[in-house]
Structure formats: structure tokens, C-alpha cells
């Protein structure tokens, strides 16, 4: 029995191809720049724990003085949040989410950590037809 649906169409014959929009820009980055500290002023102590956690991020050694000038002004805006000026909750969101700051945003940018896939290197493989609840019976 074949498989369900029509038979896919020649792609030559194809309406839509999903080219690329125009020509890709590729740079060569080789120099990363160091977090900047916070400048002088009233920053709310979680802005301060905020920005340490960004300089331990596997995505720092990446970052630009550009990025790093970004999250500075992204800081101002947290430290502002968590003094409680809460319309700028969205704006944070916004700011955060293009630097990866949360799994879904990493998905989405395409980011994956190699940790991740270290770690799948050294699991061990499951037996053809196995699951890892052998073993498990339910209570009864």
C-alpha cells in the first residue's frame, strides 16, 4: 500500500520555491569584548545579579561591544522594572528575548548550547525496542 494523499508534485513545477530573500552577510567575529561594568548609580540589586548572570552566559564570549552596549541600556530598563515601574515589563520581554534569555528564545534564534550535545554523546544507547520504564509495573 502506498502512502496517503497525492504523490508530491515535481519541485520544478512548484509555485512557491522558498528562495532566500536576497544574499546573506557572513562575519568573521574574533575578538571578544569584556562585560562593561555597570556605571555609577541606584541600580536595584537584582539588576545587579541580572548583569553578573549575563557575564557567566555561554553566549558572552559572542557578544560585540555593540551587545554589550544593548543589555546596558536593557539594564536601565530592568533596574527600573524591579523598582517597580511595571509598564516596562514588555519592553524588558522584548530586549531580553533578543539576546536568548530564555529556552524558547534560543529556539527560535536557533541557538543550542554544546553542552547538550556532549551530553547526548555520553548517554547510553537504549536497546532496539527497549524503554527506559522497563521494569515499572503499574500499581494495581
Known sequence: MA?????????SQRARRNKPAGPEL????????????????DWHPQTVE???????????PEFTANDWSELLDTALIHSDYWHGDRKLAGELRLRVAKFGATPEDRARLRIQFAQADEADAKRPEQRAGGSRREGLRLAE
Open 3 to 11: 502512502g496517503r494523499g497525492p504523490a508530491p508534485k515535481d519541485p
Open 26 to 41: 557572513r562575519v568573521i567575529h574574533t575578538e571578544a569584548s569584556p562585560q562593561p561594568p555597570l556605571p555609577d548609580g
Open 50 to 60: 541580572w548583569w553578573a548572570m549575563w557575564r557567566d552566559s555561554p553566549l558572552a
